[in-house]
């Protein structure tokens, strides 16, 4: 657990935002997605100084990743923040409108986007369109004749640059579905995309993982990426957006580093600091330089609250089953991923018991963890898990027909819903029978 002001223990009560876990029970049950705002403002503002202080008089913008927790009060508090938006979807562009989100500040990305996912970014003249292959250039272009439209658009570009993290969250390798290879086939598809009537070619944009802590992965790809900057400029083709991504890492559980907003701040300061020095050696202009931090952004702001339901002591493994399971989150059944947890309701006893905790689901993989040090855990105990911000609920399911948890924002000692309770009759809402059946 990272403690800060408004996620600590007192009195051995946990408290979020200046509200305990227990009240929060008591007002909204279990299972819980529980988001600290203050948290989400904070790391927002030390990603935006950090990366202005290390670019100097050059542009920047922070665009959070909405993909790692997609919800409109979620989108009031980034934007509100001066964040940009990145969407990968109709569905994402779609929340991110709703929310009030000025579409200049909006960037859409995917691999694979949809017609209508075309149409509606043009329709709705966002920011950016980062256009991931050569089919996607011509069907773009097209849409955009068709529509009267020139939207801006930049190049993904791969920087086969391999990150040190989990295989599944890698995404600058060779064999990768994201992007176009940087070099001749890059440029090659820049070539087309400036040539092109209805798009306006502004610059380049690269991702190259995430929870990333190798640093020098970020290095690496900014020699590349400038680099190329070079090379186009050489040609004639002029930069004037750069994207490094997102990737941040976050804190888990055991080794994993402990960020503060101090400290993101210091880690964006530095990579904006290579660019500004690696163009400044090419002689090159300085473009506006984005990134797109997700999980940084809301990953630690969110704590998961559970109920306990079923303890059962194996000998060989004590399992503590809670009230969720892998429908709130799924990243342990996906990549293993690890957790820190504590009985939110006795936080100041000694983590004196070693356990797995399990959720509700009909799979025997059905974990948030294992191996979890924890305070010795009784029938209907809280059991809080940690940086459960980013990724989870963006990619919880209705599996076994459990309802998605809603979320409550907490705030200077207030919580309310962002995300409302989801009832048996909404998780059936879309059934229906077939002709022969009614
Ligand atoms: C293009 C792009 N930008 C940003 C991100 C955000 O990554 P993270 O949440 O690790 O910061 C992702 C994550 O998949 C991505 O694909």
Redesign the pocket.
């Known amino acids: 657990m990272n403690t800060r002001e408004t996620l600590k223990i007192e009195n051995g009560q946990l408290i979020i935002g200046g509200v305990s876990a227990v009240e929060l029970r008591e007002k909204f049950g279990t299972p819980l997605y529980v988001l600290d705002e203050s948290y989400i403002r904070e790391v927002s503002r030390a990603f935006v100084s950090g990366l202005k202080e290390g670019y100097g008089e050059g542009e920047i913008a922070v665009a959070y ?1 909405s ?2 927790l997609c919800n409109t009060a979620v989108l009031k508090i980034t934007s509100s923040e001066g964040l940009y938006t ?1 969407v ?1 979807s109709g569905g994402e562009l779609f929340t991110a409108l709703k929310a009030g989100v000025e579409p200049s500040k909006i960037i859409m ?1 995917g691999n694979n986007k949809t017609d209508s996912e075309l149409k509606m970014a043009l329709e709705n003249e966002i920011g950016y369109i ?1 256009v991931d292959s050569f089919c996607e250039i011509e069907r773009l272009n097209k849409f955009a004749s068709e529509a009267s439209k020139k939207p801006t658009v930049l190049l ?1 570009v791969n920087p086969l640059v391999t990150a040190h993290t989990h295989e599944a ?1 890698q ?1 600058a390798k060779a064999d990768s579905k ?1 992007g176009i290879v940087i070099g001749d086939e890059a440029e090659k598809a820049i070539k087309i995309m400036v040539d092109a009537e209805n798009l306006e070619f502004m610059g380049i ?1 690269c ?1 190259i ?4 802590f190798d640093y020098s992965a970020y290095e690496s790809s900014v020699a590349t990426m400038t680099e190329f900057v070079k090379r186009l400029s050489d040609d004639g083709i002029e930069i004037k957006v750069l994207n490094m ?4 890492g976050v804190f888990y559980a055991g080794d994993d580093p402990m960020f503060t907003p101090r400290r993101y701040a210091h880690t964006v300061k530095n990579l904006a600091i290579i660019v500004a020095k690696a163009l400044s050696e090419y002689g090159l202009k300085k473009p506006m330089l984005i990134i ?5 952004i809301v990953g630690e702001a969110g704590v998961t609250l559970y109920s306990v339901g079923t303890i059962k002591d194996l000998g060989v493994r004590k399992y503590i089953a809670v009230d969720g399971g892998m429908f709130d989150n799924p990243r342990f059944a996906l990549y293993q991923s690890e957790y820190s947890a504590i009985i939110a309701n006795k936080a100041n006893e000694p983590l004196s018991d070693n356990v797995s905790i399990c959720g509700k689901c009909c799979e025997s993989g059905d974990l948030i963890g294992v191996d979890i040090k924890l305070q010795k855990a009784e029938l209907d105990d809280i059991v809080a898990v940690f940086t459960t911000g ?2 989870n609920y963006s990619m919880a399911s209705n599996y076994n027909l459990n309802a998605v948890p809603p979320m409550v924002l907490v705030k200077d000692g207030k919580a309310d819903y962002i995300v409302k309770p989801q009832t048996f009759e909404d998780m059936i809402r879309n059934n229906c029978f077939a002709s022969w059946q009614k």
């Open positions: 990743a993909k790692a990145d990968v990305h980062v993904r969250v995404t994201f944009h991702h993982g995430s929870q990333i991504g997102g990737g941040f797109e931090p997700g999980r940084a980013a990724y």
